[in-house]
């Protein structure tokens, strides 16, 4: 799998910084990008990697049911990793508060990382700002508990897809605030404006600290395959990614 998505999963998991690269030490991540910017493609693609290295399930939390597989790869279509992505559509924010609540007494093995896709439709039951937050800690929460059944050096990822508006509202910006608290690494899908005739994102990835900020391009072509290759500006840069190709639709 491509190191991009190796790299985010590694700046999803709850653990403390790996031994050997201590610049993708472990944080929970959020996924930001306006509608049809691939967030979905890319958490589902997350799910795949993190379901083929044999460790634990994953854990994919989203409103609605998927209406096809947003990334079409022979991977997306193996059963072993398939069956060990586990969805779950909490439908309110407050049935996504009990399931959050009640994986402490879940039985069987621990996800090995914890997706959720559509913040912001959950965030959008006008919720206060504290109730906001309580969300946001009640999910690190969740995978530092299942990180500590994993024991020392391991841990279950976190990464969190929330969707942008193109015109800022005052609530959404404090919202927004609230998470970055609690989410210091984040990944920003935006438009590329270059004027190409394909779906190009310019995915910047900011560790919060714990690593040096990366860019990269994320191509999507009109049969729905999905391109990551480095920004142009990285591409002379050794520790850049060197791309990838994968299938998926946004």
Known sequence: MAETLRRMLSLGRAAGPREDDAAEAGSPLLLLGGPGSGKTAL????ALEAAGE???PVLFLTRRPLQSLPYRTPAAFDPLRLQKIH???PPSTRELLQLLCSAHEA???APFLLLLDGLEEYLAEDLEPQEAAYLAALLLDTAAHFGHQFGPGQGCGLIVALQTQEEEVSGDAL??????????ARCWLQPDTSGSRQRCFRACLEPGGLGHKAEWCVTFQPDGEMTITPWPTQAGDPNSDKGSR???QS
């Open 246 to 248: 994968s299938g998926g």
């Open 54 to 56: 044999g460790r634990g």
């Open 107 to 109: 039985r069987g093995p």
């Open 175 to 184: 919202q927004l605030s609230i998470l970055q608290r609690y989410f210091p």
């Open 43 to 46: 958490l589902f693609a997350a």
């Open 87 to 89: 969805f779950r559509y």
